[in-house]
């Protein structure tokens, strides 16, 4: 069960810090969001991942969470990072 909430919450983190970002605002939202708010989303998606961290050390003990945490963190950057990747196909090719 908290490796489902660890995960859930690392790819909101990791989502978080992509559209932080003005080329991805653009391609997800249409136009970009003010800087002061992108970087409110930046701490926010830091956090979260901070979060992640701190749940699965408290479920599992400093050796063990480190590791599973590792391994959530890496599936969840994936998703997250494939999921970018394929957004801008279905609208004519890559995206320049």
């Known amino acids: ?5 660890v995960f ?3 790819i909101a983190g990791f989502s978080t810090l992509m559209l932080s970002m003005p080329q991805h605002q653009r391609s997800w939202l249409g136009s970009t969001i003010s800087p002061s708010v992108g970087r409110h989303m930046r701490r926010s998606g830091f956090l979260l ?6 749940v699965e050390i408290a479920a599992s003990g400093w ?7 590792f391994g959530w963190e890496t599936l969840a950057g ?3 990072v494939c999921a970018n990747a394929l957004h801008g196909r279905g609208k004519g090719g890559a995206r320049k």
């Not at 069960?1 to 909430?5: A, C, Q, T």
């Not at 050796?63 to 945490?69: H, Q, Y």
């Open 8 to 10: 859930i919450l690392s």
């Open 1 to 5: 069960m908290i490796d489902s909430v």
């Open 63 to 69: 050796g063990e969470g480190l590791t599973v945490w």
């Open 78 to 80: 994936l998703l997250v």
């Open 49 to 54: 991942l901070l979060l992640t961290l701190v």
